[in-house]
């Protein structure tokens, strides 16, 4: 059987101008990953990123800790991995949202800034997931989810044979394509999306026949193995 290892990014720079950088507890998030990965004997033929730049920081800062990892010449960028455009999702639910800086003082004000998002984005994520908006948005629920699966599919078609590949995505395509895959109603992936954890890994498994199952799901053991802490992220 061959593995597909399908890698959150770490954290990166929520309510900055520019979300697509990995902070440093992110690029620590994802160093840990590839030494725990060292530690458990994981190696890997192929390594696929997603376009953004959070994506391939995350697999500079892991694959470093794991000698013998395919050179960065030799990764695969798939921008069917990229994230949905979660500032439009936001801003068509709360239009003065569009603004990220704007937003984050907006939350500041509130007094618990962190639940207040979580809901605000809970119902953004609802609208856009309904079906009832979909000319609203550039890519809707459906096409972000074919649009992921059909990355899935290519990186496993690349892969051929019994290969290990690490593919440095995000929490929406991961969401996504278990959705697929589980078959479990939309709710239940906004609930996945919310609850994956900054380079936490899922593990699925395929076949010749291109058949792929899950192995496991939302693992962040290199994130528990160092006791608690505030490394282990959800944005």
């Given at each position: 059987m061959g593995q597909i290892y399908l890698v959150r990014h770490g954290q990166a720079s929520f309510g900055a101008a520019d979300y697509d950088n990995l902070s440093e507890r992110g690029v620590d998030q994802s160093r840990r990953l590839g030494e725990w990965f060292k530690t458990c004997g994981v190696t890997f033929n192929g390594v696929v990123t997603g376009g953004l730049r959070r994506h391939k920081q995350t697999a500079d800062a892991c694959l470093a800790a794991l000698p013998g990892s395919p050179a960065v010449g030799q990764w695969r960028t798939d921008p069917g991995?990229?994230?949905?455009?979660?500032?439009?999702?936001?801003?068509?639910?709360?239009?003065?949202?569009?603004?990220?800086?704007?937003?984050?003082?907006?939350?500041?004000?509130?007094?618990?800034?962190?639940?207040?998002?979580q809901k605000m984005f809970a119902q953004a994520m609802d609208r856009w997931m309904s079906g009832r908006f979909d000319s609203d948005y550039v890519e809707s629920w459906p096409a972000f989810r074919a649009r992921c699966v059909a990355a899935l599919r290519r990186a496993v078609a690349s892969a051929g044979g019994s290969q290990a590949v690490a593919v440095f995505t995000s929490g929406g395509a991961i969401a996504a394509i278990c959705q697929e895959l589980l078959e479990f109603p939309n709710a239940k992936a906004a609930d996945l999306n919310f609850s994956i954890v900054n380079s936490a890994v899922t593990k699925l498994l395929y076949n010749a026949e291109g058949r792929v199952s899950?192995?496991?799901?939302?693992?962040?053991?290199?994130?528990?193995?160092?006791?608690?802490?505030?490394?282990?992220?959800?944005?």
């Open positions: 991995f990229d994230e949905y455009n979660h500032v439009e999702v936001l801003a068509k639910h709360t239009p003065k949202h569009l603004d990220p800086i704007a937003a984050k003082d907006q939350l500041k004000a509130q007094d618990n800034p962190r639940k207040t998002f899950l192995s496991y799901l939302n693992n962040f053991a290199h994130l528990e193995q160092s006791g608690p802490g505030d490394h282990i992220t959800y944005r």
